[in-house]
């Protein structure tokens, strides 16, 4: 377990392998932990791969605004104090989000960017998620004893093919997380559009959608295309928003050859 200390609380993250600098980062509700498999991968690809906790989540300060704006901040700060001066740049949901905007905020940071069932568009989330962003909802379910793993243990069916692993995954991060970042990250997520400011991307971006995905609109991916001038988006026919988790050698596959195209 490392850690970094900054003025708003300690960043919780893990590294793995040697090699190029890769800088992943996680979904709503989510942890570094999510990204262990393809850390495993990409570490016997020559690559050093660095998963962080957003503030709010996993074992980072509980503390902040939980905004993609801040977040943003939080990673570019989190590379210069690791003496990244540019890493490709990975994330899942939320995640995939803040990459677009980091790199729209702070262009030499990053050399590519890939992101996975990621939002450009706050409308582009489930109707459950919206509504998980009004705060007296959140607080609702945070409420009530035992209502929201129940409710996430039942959705997660739903979610994942392999939802048992999911669910553990989510069970575990859902206890660390506050109702706070619960609600305010996933608030600002909603009201988030960052297709404005797309034509500015100035490095290569793919984009990774699950057509099955429930969460977020696998139609996103089109904004992309139509954004970005340089950027490939897949669609994992088998997947939901958890393709990592569905279908993993396709999915790793698909990352190795975007983060080592030229």
């Known amino acids: ?3 970094m200390v900054t003025e708003k ?3 919780h993250f893990e ?5 190029e600098p890769v800088v992943l980062l996680h979904c709503w509700l989510g942890s570094w932990n999510y990204w262990l498999s393809t850390m495993e991968f990409l570490a016997e690809h020559a690559y050093k791969t660095y998963a962080l906790d957003f503030w709010g989540f996993g074992e980072s300060a509980k503390q902040g605004t939980f905004t993609v704006v801040e977040y943003v901040a939080m ?5 210069e104090r690791m003496g990244l001066a540019s890493a490709r740049v990975m994330g899942h949901s939320m995640g995939g989000t803040v990459s677009l905007a980091l790199v729209l905020a702070h262009p030499e940071r990053v050399s590519k960017v890939a992101v996975v069932g990621s939002p450009i568009v706050g ?3 489930s109707l459950l998620l919206k509504a998980a962003g009004y705060q007296w909802i959140a607080k609702a379910l945070y409420g009530v004893p035992g209502l929201l793993p129940a409710l996430l243990r039942t959705l997660s069916v739903t979610y994942a093919r392999d939802w048992r692993t999911l669910w553990e995954m989510l069970r575990k991060d859902l206890s660390r997380t506050t109702v706070e970042s619960f609600s305010r990250s996933i608030g600002d997520l909603r009201t988030t559009d960052l297709r404005p400011r797309l034509h ?5 971006v793919m984009g990774i959608y699950g057509r099955r995905d429930n969460i977020v609109n696998p139609e996103q991916g089109s904004l992309l295309s139509e954004g970005i001038s340089d950027h490939v988006v897949h669609y ?5 928003h958890f393709p990592m988790l569905d279908e993993t050698q396709r999915f790793h596959e698909a990352i190795l050859e975007f983060l080592a195209g030229t």
């Open 1 to 3: 377990m490392s850690s």
């Open 9 to 11: 609380g300690i960043v």
């Open 15 to 19: 590294a793995i392998g040697k090699g």
């Open 75 to 79: 990673v570019d700060e989190f590379m």
């Open 123 to 125: 409308s582009g989330l």
């Open 200 to 204: 500015g991307c100035g490095v290569p």
């Open 236 to 240: 994992f026919e088998g997947s939901g």
